[in-house]
């Protein structure tokens, strides 16, 4: 079966960095767009960033832009988020998620804490 397994969360200070990775498995990792989620306490889902399947190519959340910078490794089946310059509203749980067409798949999630 598919699975999106994510790694490298934890706590970090302001002005700090992070990075994710997500890895998959049980599926054609090459033809699918990757995307990162966040979630903070109270509030909906939103897009942080994606990365297509063809070109590569990446867009980003106003608030994340200039900051944090999305990449893919289709030999490694492996998704990044390098996050740089973190500010306390970063602080959510991060997903990772595979789309291609109507099929989409979901990561567990990965805490990160932006705290002095």
Do not use: H
């Not at 909906?44 to 944090?68: C, N, Q």
């Not at 602080?91 to 998620?97: E, I, K």
């Amino acid at each position: 079966q598919v699975q999106l397994v994510e790694s490298g969360g934890g706590l970090v200070q302001p002005g700090g960095s992070l990075s994710l990775s997500c890895t998959a498995s049980g599926l054609t990792f090459s033809v699918y767009a990757m995307s990162w989620y966040r979630q903070a306490p109270g509030k909906e889902r939103e897009l942080v960033a994606t990365i297509t399947s063809r070109y590569g190519s990446t867009t980003y959340a106003d608030s994340v832009k200039g900051r944090f910078t999305i990449s893919r490794d289709n030999a490694k089946n492996t998704v990044y988020l390098q996050m740089d310059s973190l500010k306390r509203e970063d602080t959510a749980v991060y997903y990772c998620r595979a789309q291609r067409g109507p099929a989409g798949y979901w990561g567990q999630g990965t805490q990160v804490t932006v705290s002095s």
